[in-house]
């Protein structure tokens, strides 16, 4: 089975130490270099191969693979196994995963280097190295995926509002595009009628909120809450049955501010929106500054 190492990380901080969490597989694996630093900054290798040659870990590793990793060779397994526990004996993780193909442990060189295990193993070893330290490391780790979760929760949001918005620009096109428009001309439609809705919710254009907004990266809708990302996508479905029914644009702004207003009154008492909020303003932040911590 390949091992894939993705880039991509973030990191957790424990008692001060930092400690990195990438993706392999699509599973969540853990530096457990990170945290052997907190009990030997200078020799993690060391700590490392020291946890690995006890017959307990081997065990655990093993049953592990045997669980996890169809190509896991067992034989080599045992002879690690049977050796473990004599005058001697070190295992470090590059002969472990060398002679038994295990997948559990990775190591890698290079800017992301380091030994990394999966979450499970990790959670192990960080046992060994203080039981206190790896209940902060589960705490940390439960807190970080509950904010992968509003972030995904925060991208279904915006999806979902992208796609309501495909249903209102072709109701746009059927019944306000005459024939034979140029390009220019059609997109001054559409950006018209985007700003219908962003004038009805917002009280302002896109361009007047870059305007005033001169620094801030994307437009209005991403710094949007929860409430108004409700209220957008019915706003978006509302103005296409409006053009569908042949309202003119300067009806459908005064009847979608109307509604706009009597939605934003419900959406800002709805207890389950208000939970969502500090959620989303989050995900949204951390989507506009961007990922990728070393």
């Known amino acids: 089975m390949e091992v894939i190492l993705s880039i991509k990380n973030k990191k957790i901080k424990i008692k001060g130490n930092e400690i990195t969490i990438v993706k392999s597989n699509q599973e969540d694996y853990i530096s457990i270099t990170d945290i052997a630093k907190y009990k030997n900054l200078e020799a993690t290798g060391l700590v490392i191969s020291h946890w690995l040659s006890t017959k307990y870990t081997i065990e655990f590793m093993g049953f592990w693979?045997?669980?996890h990793n169809p190509d896991f060779n067992v034989t080599e397994f045992s002879n690690i196994k049977n050796?473990?526990?004599?005058?001697?004996?070190?295992?470090?993780?590059?002969?472990w995963i060398n002679k038994t193909n295990a997948i559990g442990i990775i190591s890698k060189a290079?800017?992301?280097g380091g030994t990394y295990a999966h979450k499970d193993i990790a959670f192990e070893f960080a046992s060994w190295i203080s039981a206190e330290f790896k209940l902060y490391i589960i705490k940390e780790f439960q807190r970080l995926k509950e904010e992968e979760q509003k972030q995904l929760g925060w991208d279904i949001r915006r999806n979902l509002t992208?796609?309501?918005?495909?249903?209102?620009?072709?109701?746009?096109?059927?019944?306000?595009?005459?024939?034979?428009l140029s390009k220019k001309q059609i997109s001054f439609v559409y950006a018209s009628e985007a700003d219908v809705l962003n004038v009805a919710l917002f009280g302002k254009t896109a361009k007047q909120w870059r305007d005033a907004n001169p620094t801030e990266k994307g437009n209005i809708r991403d710094y949007a809450?929860?409430?108004?990302?409700?209220c957008?996508?019915?706003?978006?479905?509302?103005?296409?049955?409006?053009?569908n029914e042949g309202y003119k644009q300067s009806q459908r702004l005064e009847k979608l501010n109307q509604i706009a207003i009597q939605q934003m009154k419900i959406l800002v008492?709805?207890?389950s929106v208000k939970m969502l909020k500090d959620s989303s303003a989050s995900a949204g932040q951390a989507d506009k500054n961007g990922g990728g911590d070393e």
Do not use: W
Request: net charge positive.
């Open 232 to 243: 957008l996508s019915n706003l978006e479905n509302l103005n296409a049955v409006f053009i």
């Open 65 to 67: 693979e045997k669980m």
């Open 83 to 95: 050796s473990s526990g004599s005058n001697g004996f070190i295992l470090s993780s590059k002969n």
């Open 162 to 180: 992208k796609i309501n918005y495909q249903i209102h620009t072709d109701a746009v096109k059927k019944n306000l595009i005459p024939k034979n």
């Open 225 to 230: 809450n929860v409430g108004q990302l409700v």
């Open 110 to 112: 290079g800017r992301y």
């Open 269 to 271: 008492q709805n207890h």
